[in-house]
């Protein structure tokens, strides 16, 4: 039974342990339990945590943005390069087969302009390429036809010597700078004496054009010239081509001494036949400086 002072709504929730909804739509909440609220005099006291600053220094750093404070590195900046018009002419140091190859020449070339005409004659005839000597003693009279200077030392092919031997020689070193002129002073000598005793023996030339006076650095110098050009920019490397190939072709057309001039356009694509194997001796050489 209910109680006297018990409201109906207190006794109806009792008997049936759900809320009762009250007029108006409004729920009636229970009460709940409420946490005493820790303050100062009821809270636990908590031990401090040990400083583990130290330990920090082990732990690898996480990613994110850092300011990085290193060494400044200077860059080089390359100087510009300036002219140098003393690189052009052989030196004993920078060019030791080129400039001891012009000292021979230039002292041959000296003999050749005091001596006894007679002695440069007769030393001349001993050195000459043609088809008697080649047949007699190739190897001799190819090395000693190659230290005189046709002309003297105010011929056109001087003057390339100094220059063309000089940039080669600074490119790709000496001793294939001497595998280049050697190559076209031998090949062109034997491209153009051979056809000559051929000639002779079928009897289309006299037995004197056996004897043909045949000297000089021209073949050299030519292909020396056309290996060169295979190293230069595209800008530099036609017109020395053209400039060179126009003066032979004159020189042919002049028909003044036919063999020597076919032997010189021989050689200058001798040379220029020698391009792929001059650029890998240049990669080389720059390689290894």
Not at 19 to 26: H, T, Y
Request: aromatic content about 8%; charged content about 15%; hydrophobic content about 50%.
């Amino acid at each position: 039974m209910r109680g006297c002072c018990e409201s109906p709504l207190a006794w109806r929730r009792s008997q049936t342990g759900t809320p009762v909804v009250a007029k108006g739509g409004a729920q009636r909440k229970e009460r709940r339990n409420v946490e005493p609220i820790a303050t100062a005099d009821n809270e636990p006291s908590v031990a401090p945590l040990p400083d583990v600053s130290e330990l920090l220094d082990g732990m690898p750093r996480q990613r994110g943005a850092a300011t990085v404070v290193g060494r400044t590195v200077q860059v080089p900046v390359p100087a510009a390069r300036t002219l140098r018009p003393w690189r052009l002419l052989p030196t004993p140091t920078g060019t030791p087969f080129t400039f001891a190859y012009a000292a021979v020449l230039a002292l041959t070339s000296l003999f050749a302009t005091y001596a006894a005409p007679s002695l440069v004659v007769t030393l001349y005839q001993a050195s000459s390429t043609d088809v008697a000597h080649l047949v007699q003693t190739p190897v001799l009279v190819l090395l000693a036809s190659a230290l005189w200077i046709a002309g003297g030392v105010a011929s056109p092919y001087a003057i390339c010597f100094l220059l063309v031997l000089t940039a080669l020689e600074r490119r790709i070193g000496g001793a294939r700078t001497a595998v280049v002129f050697l190559l076209g002073h031998v090949l062109a000598t034997l491209a153009t004496e051979v056809p000559v005793g051929l000639a002779v023996l079928v009897g289309h030339l006299p037995d004197s054009s056996l004897h043909r006076l045949d000297y000089g650095i021209s073949f050299g110098v030519a292909a020396s010239v056309g290996a060169l050009a295979g190293l230069l920019t595209p800008w530099l490397r036609w017109p020395v081509l053209v400039l060179f190939g126009s003066m032979l072709v004159e020189d042919l057309i002049e028909f003044t001494d036919p063999m020597t001039n076919w032997g010189h356009l021989i050689s200058l694509a001798i040379g220029i036949a020698t391009w792929p194997m001059i650029r890998r001796w240049y990669r080389t050489a720059m390689a290894t400086a």
